[in-house]
């Protein structure tokens, strides 16, 4: 399984970007996806995720209302849409695949991108 993750960049406070995770493989619709992000000199830390049918997500708090996680089953590809943007939410972003149930934990994922870049900044 191999992740591609997409669609970072700089952008202003109060802006929106969409990031894309293409995966590779026949069974993208049996993993739990999931977004991370670390930013400089801090740890990773769990951003979204979503079960394999997307009837189920969950956020961490601090972007609760602003991203929402989606998924797009036929084409391999799973979604991280965030609007209202801080500078905090400055970080490499990576999309992360899962074969266990739907986690908050990093540990529980098996498949990692390589990451992209997302930097909120006038």
């Known amino acids: 399984v191999q992740l591609q993750a997409s669609g970072g960049g700089l952008q202003q406070p109060g802006g929106s970007l969409r990031l894309s995770c293409a995966v590779s493989?026949?069974?993208?619709?049996?993993?739990?996806m999931g977004w991370f992000r670390q930013a400089p000199g801090k740890e990773r830390e769990f951003v979204a995720a979503?079960?394999?049918?997307?009837?189920?997500?969950y956020y961490a708090d601090s972007v609760k209302g602003r991203f929402t996680i989606s998924r797009d089953n036929a084409k391999n590809t799973v979604y991280l849409q965030m609007n209202s943007l801080k500078s905090e939410d400055t970080a490499v972003y990576f999309c992360?695949?899962?074969?266990?149930?739907?986690?908050?934990?990093?540990?529980?994922?098996?498949?990692w991108g390589q990451g992209t870049q997302v930097t909120v900044s006038s």
């Open positions: 493989g026949r069974t993208f619709s049996s993993y739990v």
């Open positions: 979503i079960s394999w049918d997307g009837g189920s997500t």
């Open positions: 992360a695949a899962s074969s266990k149930v739907l986690s908050r934990t990093g540990r529980a994922y098996e498949y």
